[in-house]
């Protein structure tokens, strides 16, 4: 293999970028080429769009993260948000987390089990393919109250507590896991892999 620019010499099947962890040159299976690209871009594409479309449409939830991050970046005498910032951006995450519960980004995953399990009461044997629709996890009314508001409050680290770790599942779980709204647009959702608009999300952004 031809030596790449930047990069030590392989070996054992990786490559080593400087300073860096390194990864793999080995082939990798398609099912899990697809899952990386979804997990990675598709999720994440969702969770900002439905994130600007939940801030644009909650003014005050709006003026909380602004103040948050002009707290944060004031504090720092920096305009520009580092990657040290972001453990201080606790609202915001608060906020990311409930776009994700509202709006899952993967609604559902599938398992195969590796034995014999006991659902709800009942057997559901070795083999059997099971489907965990996130959607309606997050969507619980016995844990979930009007699960269709948007409140970021849920993420309040007492509310956390009060929940089972499993009550939210933003991209399924184990060891694999100013902005204002356009008023004559209507936005509707479609179910698929990763939850994404029908008709687009459009917004307008104005300077403050």
């Known amino acids: 293999m031809a030596p790449v620019a930047g990069l030590s010499p392989a070996t054992e099947g990786s490559l080593q970028i400087i300073g860096q962890v390194p990864f793999t040159v080995s082939p990798i299976p398609f099912e899990d080429a697809i899952l990386y690209v979804v997990q990675r871009h598709d999720t994440t594409a969702s969770t900002i769009s439905w994130a ?50 509202l709006h899952s980004p993967v609604p559902f995953v599938q398992r195969l089990l590796t034995k014999d399990t006991e659902i709800d009461g009942k057997a559901a044997p070795k083999g059997t393919l099971v489907n965990i629709v996130i959607y309606n996890i997050h969507h619980n009314p016995s844990v979930w109250s009007e699960s269709l508001r948007f409140d970021p409050d849920r993420f309040l680290p007492e509310n956390v507590k009060k929940r089972h770790p499993y009550a939210f599942l933003p991209f399924s779980a184990g060891p694999r896991v100013n902005i204002r709204l356009d008023p004559d647009h209507k936005v509707e959702k479609i179910l698929s892999t990763v939850m994404r608009a029908k008709n687009d999300i459009r917004l307008f952004v104005s300077e403050r």
């Open 52 to 101: 600007l479309y939940s801030i644009a449409g909650h003014p005050d939830v709006q003026r909380r993260v602004q103040e948050e991050i002009d707290s944060v970046l004031t504090r720092n005498d920096h305009q520009d948000v580092t990657w040290e910032d972001l453990p201080y951006f606790t609202y915001l995450t608060m906020v990311i987390k409930e776009v994700q519960r």
